[in-house]
């Protein structure tokens, strides 16, 4: 169905459009970029060994190395994409991990901030006015959920971004043939990013499709075509096999099911999670989202199929839906234009944007409330956790231990290693042993970070919360042949 043609808006109309999108990217560009260099916490130990380790290993020489990089479960565009961003801040001098993952963070952040502006651009696509398209943007600008997650360096934030633009630009009705190859190539980028995101790939050839539009069906295969093979190639290159990366993947979570072994749901778990970390916003989205159906059903579709496959997966975690909550923002500024157009120029048809606004505004106010429960990780062990900052205290100890000269070699007792930012924060080329390493006998490590009271023999040479720092009597540390890189 085509997009009805925009009715021309008064001028007040306009500008009040354009202040709210510019007031609500704006906001949420300054809260993801606060939150960026200020939260050294871990949601999930994915966002440092699957994009900043690999890429810190890519850039300085050495990293803990997760399985999925040893027997090549993912593909290396997104550590490639971070190491590009550590490359550059060491050029210009931030080479401290103060400054080169504040620049990583902070850029990630900024990539969220587009990604509303991509919401907009869809809505607008589908024939939303622009007041309209600005107050559904605002619910992923602003929302709690997406600030949350958006400055960690993980593939869903990464691909969210060329996703929302790719199917903005190969959705829009009567667009050229350049611009629908332009978004078939980002949503290509996307499935390099992130490999679930093929089901938006196969949810445009099937929009486009059903609006019998040929060519672009042909020119989207075509391009489509052209990003698997440079897939193929990218693991060739890198794995040694071509679309290693993807076999291996699909093997560990579809045919295995390995993947539930980090815990399983059941399929209503996205609807509560998403109702208990930001409620009003999701059930408004889900409101207007229907109110699309008429307008725009080939898009709720698609974001609809992207939802119920993961839903239907046993392993869920709610980052996994990142990459499809701004398709939910979009299409909720298409419904609220769907009802705007039925009322007469009045306050209350300016009242209804603004309040959908201030919806947004308000979740994301509550933003720094949120625990582990609310975002449903770890519910069946610290559910009632602060989200923001988890490990953080001890990421900044890692920085201090990194920035000793006297440190030959640091050992982990406080946690296990995947719940730290490894050598990202530490950087430091020497041993990094875990908390089931060898004992402090050894003479292998001269640093323990550990826990308060744990300081045995041994000096205290920093602490921040419960954990503290401390610098063992040898000064120097014995070679350990056996050590190894190898996440435990």
């Known amino acids: 169905m085509s997009a009805p043609t925009p009715t021309p808006a008064p001028p007040a109309e306009r500008l009040l459009a354009r202040t709210v999108l510019v007031l609500a ?51 290396w565009a997104l550590p490639a994409l971070v190491a590009v961003l550590l490359k550059l801040s060491a050029l210009v001098g931030l080479d401290d991990p103060r400054g080169y993952l504040g620049v990583t963070r902070g850029v990630f952040g900024l990539l969220g901030a587009a990604t509303a502006w991509g919401s907009y651009r869809l809505a607008r696509a589908y024939g939303a006015s622009e007041l309209a398209a600005a107050a559904g943007a605002s619910l992923f600008a602003l ?35 350049r611009t629908v190859v332009a978004g ?15 089901v938006f790939c196969v949810g445009l050839v099937a929009v486009l499709a059903a609006r019998r539009d040929g060519r672009a069906v042909r020119d989207t295969l075509a391009v489509l075509a052209g990003w698997a093979f440079l897939f193929g190639l990218l693991d060739w290159l890198t794995w040694g096999r071509w679309f290693h990366s993807a076999r291996v993947y699909l093997d560990f979570n579809l045919v295995q099911g390995k993947a539930a072994a980090w815990g399983t749901a059941p399929f209503a778990y996205y609807g509560r999670v998403l109702l208990r970390a930001m409620g009003a916003v999701t059930v408004v989205t889900l409101g207007l989202s229907v109110l699309a159906a008429p307008r725009a059903p080939g898009l709720l579709g698609v974001a609809a199929a992207f939802f119920l496959l993961h839903a239907l997966q046993p392993h869920k975690e709610l980052r996994f ?28 048809r300016l009242a209804l944007p603004l309040a959908l606004v201030v919806v947004a505004g308000f979740s994301g106010l509550r933003a720094g409330l949120l625990t582990f429960g609310d975002l449903g990780q770890y519910e069946d062990v610290k559910p009632r956790a602060s989200a923001w900052d988890d490990s953080g205290p001890i990421n900044r100890l890692l920085i201090t231990a990194g920035r000793l000269p006297e440190v030959c070699g640091l050992k982990v007792e ?29 003479g292998l490590y001269n640093h323990v970070l550990t826990v308060s009271g744990a300081v045995g023999q041994g000096q205290v040479v920093a602490s921040e919360g419960p954990f503290i720092l401390v610098r063992l009597p040898n000064s120097r540390c014995a070679p350990d042949p056996a050590w190894s890189a190898r996440l435990p």
């Open 143 to 177: 929302a709690a959920v997406p600030l949350y997650f958006a400055p960690r360096a993980m593939s869903e934030n990464a691909s969210a971004l060329p996703v929302v633009l790719g199917l903005a630009q190969a959705l829009t009705p009567g667009a050229s043939r």
């Open 25 to 75: 990217l704006g906001v949420g560009a300054a809260l993801r970029v606060w939150s960026a260099l200020t939260d050294d916490g871990i949601y999930w130990p994915d966002e440092v060994f699957q994009s900043l380790e690999p890429a810190h290993g890519l850039v300085f020489g050495y990293g803990l190395k997760a399985w999925e990089f040893i027997e090549g479960a993912r593909n």
């Open 321 to 348: 839906l990142v990459p499809v909550l701004p398709l939910f923002a979009a299409l909720a500024g298409v419904g609220l234009d769907s009802v705007l157009r039925h009322l007469p120029p009045s306050p209350v």
């Open 414 to 442: 406080a946690v296990h290693l995947a719940w730290t930012g490894g050598y990202s924060y530490f950087h430091r080329d020497v041993p990094l042993y875990a908390h089931n390493g060898p004992g402090r006998e050894s």
């Open 184 to 198: 078939a190539s980002l949503l290509g980028l996307a499935v390099l990013l992130r490999l679930q995101n093929g």
